[in-house]
């Protein structure tokens, strides 16, 4: 899925609140995903 027009800049607020470690792990690895990607 794509972010909205690919923007330059994401601010995330505390983007794992809530989830389980499951899932905020692989919230992390999307984002380290997107920063490596661009």
Do not use: N
């Amino acid at each position: 899925m794509e972010l909205v027009l690919s923007p330059r800049i994401l601010f995330l607020d505390e983007p794992t609140t809530g989830l389980d470690s499951s899932m905020a792990r692989s919230v992390m690895e999307c984002l380290q995903k997107l920063s490596r990607t661009g």
